[in-house]
T-cell receptor, first 119, second 114 residues
Framework: AQTVTQSQPEMSVQEAETVTLSCTYD???????LFWYKQPPSRQMILVIR??????QNATENRFSVNFQKAAKSFSLKISDSQLGDAAMYFC????????????????FGQGTILTVHP | DTEVTQTPKHLVMGMTNKKSLKCEQH?????MYWYKQKAKKPPELMFV???????INESVPSRFSPECPNSSLLNLHLHALQPEDSALYLC?????????????FGEGSRLTVL
């Protein structure tokens, strides 16, 4: 079974600075997707960024970028120029690509990291 | 703007009540999901529907009964719930069960069981 671990229950950052959230995962598969979702107090889960495991290039989306280390099974999120609106709970998530088995189609979440942004 | 719509946003019910949560999407997605989320915890998968058929049931108690009447709608029928069932219930959809792409989530229904 796949597992996702976020070792930082809480993080804080000053506005305009950079912060990195950590995520590691465990899988025996070679093809999968990794995601970072953001859940603000308004509670809707919003996709921040995604990474296909077969792509070596790290995904970027404006101020958000990832450091994907497939061999190390590490998938960290870097937020540059942090803004007050970035304050939220961030979840790292894994989704297998290959059909079959009881975990097919599931999105497996880490425990989450609460990010606080100080003005 | 959310493309997955959940109603109601808030629901309070007694342990003997019967109520339903509703989820709707018009993105043409063929996989739909129910998740349960407790405060400051990750969502826990409850049910998955693929092409209107129940694909995954994560050993959820029978007091939760899912229904997928068509490709755009997903319901969760609630009966004889317990106070520990109080949580945020999230609906999500994806293009299909496997393959590429993320899950799109609704805003959730906050359920309180008295």
């Amino acid at each position: 079974a796949q597992t996702v671990t976020q070792s930082q229950p809480e993080m804080s950052v000053q506005e305009a600075e950079t912060v990195t959230l950590s995520c590691t995962y465990d899988t025996s598969e070679s093809d999968y997707y990794l995601f970072w979702y953001k859940q603000p107090p308004s509670r809707q889960m919003i996709l921040v960024i995604r990474q296909e495991a077969y792509k070596q290039q790290n995904a970027t989306e404006n101020r958000f970028s990832v450091n994907f280390q497939k061999a190390a099974k590490s998938f960290s999120l870097k937020i540059s120029d942090s803004q007050l609106g970035d304050a939220a709970m961030y979840f790292c998530a894994y989704r297998r690509l290959i059909a079959g088995g009881t975990s097919y189609g599931k999105l497996t979440f880490g425990q989450g990291t609460i990010l606080t942004v100080h003005p | 703007d959310t493309e997955v719509t959940q109603t109601p946003k808030h629901l309070v019910m007694g342990m003997t009540n019967k109520k339903s949560l509703k989820c709707e999407q018009h993105m043409g997605h063929r996989a739909m999901y129910w998740y349960k989320q407790k405060a400051k915890k990750p969502p826990e998968l409850m049910f998955v529907y693929s092409y209107e058929k129940l694909s995954i049931n994560e050993s959820v108690p029978s007091r939760f009964s899912p229904e997928c009447p068509n490709s755009s709608l997903l319901n969760l029928h609630l009966h004889a719930l317990q106070p520990e069932d109080s949580a945020l219930y999230l609906c999500a959809s994806s293009t299909r069960l496997g393959g590429t792409g993320e899950l799109f989530f609704g805003e959730g229904s906050r359920l309180t069981v008295l």
